[in-house]
C-alpha cells in the first residue's frame, strides 16, 4: 500500500507530471507564472479544485451513466470552481485581484477533466484524491518553479508580494537586483521558461536511463 | 450493463445539478458578509492615501456621485467623484478615472484634489500595465506615484505638465513612458475638470446608498 501511495505521487510530480508531460492546462500556467506568489496562489486553487472534483466524481462514479459524464463533470468542477473563487475572495482579496480572471479561468483546466475522465471515475475514492493531490501538486510545483524562475531573472526579485496570501504589510519579497531581464516576464519568457523546464526533465530522466544501462552492463560484464 | 431509458440520466443530471448548486450557495452565504467587507475595506483603504494630510470628518464611501458619459473627465465609462467633508464644509474631492491610453488597456486612477487645486495624493486602482515596467505606478513597487503630490493646475506651469522626456517636468518610469505619459495626461484633465466643476460638484445629490450587501461584481 505505501508503495502504491509512492507511486502515484511520483506519477503525479514526476513521470506523468500535468504541465510537464501530459501538457496540460497550458493556459494558467503560461498566463499567471510571472512571480512565485501567483503561481502558489493558483497552483493551491488548481489543487483543490483537481482533490474536490476527484473525489465528487469517484463518489458518484456508479450512479452516472456513461452518455451523461462529460456534462456531469463539468457541472462538479464548475461549481468547485465558484467555490473557490468566493473563498479566495473572502480570505486573500489581493491574491484574487492580481490572479483576476484565472481563478475562474481553472474551470477549463484539462487537467481536471483528465483525471476525472481517466482515474476518478474508475477508482474508489480514497485512490482518488490521493491522484488529486499528486497531481494538484505536480503542477502547483511547475508553477512554482517557473513563477520563481521568471520572478528572479525578469524582475530581480523572489517571494514579492508574499503578504497577498499570508496577510501583512505589502513585501517586496528579496531584492536581488535592481531590474531583471524583462523578457522573462513578458509572455514569451512563459514559453521559454516552460522549454527549458520540460527540457530539464528530458535530461535528467536521459541520465538516469543511461546510468542505469551502464550499471547493468557492468553488471553483465563482472558475471560473464 | 442493462439499457436504462434516457430519463434516468435526466434524473441524475437534475439531482447533481440540485446538489451542486446548494454548494455554491452554502459557500456564498458563508463567504457574502466578508466578500463585502472586503470591498469596502480595500475602497477606504484605498481612499485614505488619496487624502494625505487633510482634515475630515465625514465617511467618504458616502458621498458617492457617479457621473456618466458624456463628461470631461478622463476615461471613457462613468467617473466616480467622492466629496470630502470638514464640519460640513467641502474640503477636497477624489476622483475615480481611467488612464485610456495606458500600454495596455485603461488605467483606473484614484486622484484626490484639494478645494484649493492642489493634489492631495493619486493611487492606481487597477491597470494592465507590463510587470516589472509599467507597474512600477504602483505603490506597492515604487514611489513614483507621489511625485505628483502637493502639485496643481499651474504648478508646474500647464506647458510643463508632461514627462521629462517630453520637455515637461514629471519622472518618468525606466523603459516605460507610455504608461507616466497617459497618467499624467489623466491627472492634468482631472485638475481642469475640477477647477471649472468646483462650484457644482459639492451641490449634486449622493447617489443612493445601495444596501445589497450581496452584491459582488
Known amino acids: 500500500m505505501a508503495s502504491g501511495v509512492m507511486n502515484q505521487l511520483k506519477n503525479g510530480l514526476w513521470r506523468d507530471n500535468p504541465g510537464l508531460v501530459q501538457l496540460l492546462g497550458l493556459c494558467p500556467l503560461l498566463a499567471v507564472t510571472a512571480t512565485f506568489v501567483n503561481g502558489l496562489g493558483l497552483g493551491l486553487a488548481t489543487l483543490a479544485v483537481l482533490v474536490a472534483s476527484n473525489a465528487l466524481v469517484s463518489a458518484t462514479r456508479r450512479w452516472i451513466q456513461p452518455e451523461i459524464r462529460v456534462p456531469i463533470y463539468v457541472l462538479i468542477i464548475a461549481s468547485l470552481v465558484t467555490c473557490i473563487e468566493l473563498i479566495f475572495k473572502a480570505w486573500f482579496p489581493d491574491l484574487d485581484r492580481t490572479l483576476g480572471i484565472f481563478i475562474p479561468l481553472i474551470v477549463t483546466n484539462c487537467a481536471i477533466v483528465a483525471r476525472a475522465e481517466l482515474y476518478a471515475s474508475r477508482n474508489p475514492v480514497g485512490a482518488s484524491i490521493l491522484d488529486g493531490i499528486a497531481m494538484g501538486l505536480g503542477f502547483a510545483m511547475l508553477l512554482m518553479t517557473i513563477g520563481a524562475f521568471r520572478e528572479v531573472i525578469g524582475q530581480g526579485t523572489l517571494f514579492a508580494r508574499m503578504d497577498m496570501l499570508i496577510g501583512g504589510e505589502p513585501m517586496r519579497g528579496l531584492v536581488l537586483a535592481d531590474q531583471g531581464w524583462l523578457l522573462l516576464v513578458l509572455p514569451p519568457g512563459a514559453f521559454f521558461s516552460l522549454a527549458l523546464a520540460i527540457a530539464a526533465k528530458n535530461a535528467i530522466d536521459r541520465r538516469r536511463l543511461e546510468s542505469k544501462a551502464t550499471l547493468s552492463r557492468r553488471a553483465r560484464k563482472l558475471n560473464r | ?217
Open chain 2, 1 to 217: 450493463m442493462t439499457e436504462r431509458p434516457v430519463w434516468t440520466g435526466g434524473v441524475t443530471l437534475a439531482v447533481i445539478a440540485a446538489v451542486c448548486t446548494a454548494l455554491v450557495a452554502l459557500t456564498f452565504q458563508l463567504t457574502a458578509q466578508r466578500i463585502a467587507d472586503n470591498e469596502k475595506a480595500f475602497l477606504e483603504r484605498n481612499l485614505q492615501p488619496a487624502l494625505a494630510g487633510l482634515f475630515f470628518d465625514s465617511p467618504v464611501t458616502e458621498s458617492k456621485l457617479t457621473i456618466p458619459q458624456p463628461h470631461d473627465l478622463p476615461g471613457s465609462e462613468s467617473a466616480i467623484v467622492y466629496r470630502v467633508y470638514a464640519s460640513e464644509e467641502p474640503v477636497a474631492a477624489l476622483f475615480v478615472v481611467s488612464a485610456r491610453d495606458g500600454y495596455a488597456g485603461p488605467i483606473r486612477l484614484l486622484i484626490g484634489v484639494s478645494m484649493d487645486g492642489t493634489i492631495t495624493g493619486v493611487r492606481v486602482l487597477e491597470h494592465r500595465e507590463t510587470p516589472g515596467l509599467g507597474d512600477r505606478i504602483e505603490i506597492t513597487k515604487s514611489n513614483w506615484v507621489l511625485q505628483f503630490d502637493g502639485h496643481s493646475l499651474r504648478d508646474p506651469e500647464p506647458g510643463k505638465w508632461k514627462i521629462r522626456g517630453d520637455g515637461g517636468s514629471f519622472d518618468q518610469l525606466t523603459g516605460a513612458s507610455i504608461t507616466p505619459r497617459a497618467i499624467v495626461k489623466a491627472i492634468k484633465a482631472t485638475l481642469a475638470y475640477f477647477e471649472a466643476n468646483r462650484e457644482t460638484l459639492f451641490t449634486l445629490p449622493a447617489d443612493p446608498v445601495d444596501d445589497d450587501t450581496g452584491e459582488t461584481d
